[in-house]
């Protein structure tokens, strides 16, 4: 069974940064997806980026395009997004998921493709 947990969400003021890592219970990366995806207040989950972990392409939402960018840790199976020059409108609950996916599937960030999901994490912006 896949374990995914979040960490490094919290307060922030507007016009700051946060790093988000999402530790895994997996041992093998080999054609797994590793995605990020958000849920604020009264809205549906949206994706916010996604890497193939073969290749380390990436995928990112145009809302954040520019401020927010996914990286992966080979060496510790590691997941991390940075979120920089954060606005009121980043606030919500960070997720991470992942899944044995194509890398185009992998990069067109659907959130139904997803089998694992860790808990989340809280990224609040004032």
């Known amino acids: 069974h896949v374990q995914l947990v979040e960490s490094g969400g919290g307060p922030v003021q507007v016009g700051g940064s946060l790093t988000l890592n999402c530790s895994t219970n997996l041992l093998q990366f080999a054609d797994y997806c590793m995605g990020w995806f958000r849920q604020a207040p009264g809205k549906e989950r949206e994706g916010v980026a996604s890497i193939w972990w073969n290749s380390g392409r990436t995928s990112v939402a145009d809302a954040v395009k520019g401020r927010f960018s996914i990286s992966k840790d080979n060496a510790k199976f590691n997941l991390t997004l940075q979120l920089n020059s954060l606005k009121p409108e980043d606030t919500a609950v960070y997720y991470c998921?992942?899944?044995?996916?194509?890398?185009?599937?992998?990069?067109?960030?659907?959130?139904?493709?997803?089998?694992?999901w860790g808990q989340g994490t809280q990224v609040t912006v004032s």
């Open positions: 998921a992942a899944e044995t996916l194509s890398e185009s599937n992998c990069l067109s960030q659907r959130e139904s493709a997803y089998r694992y």
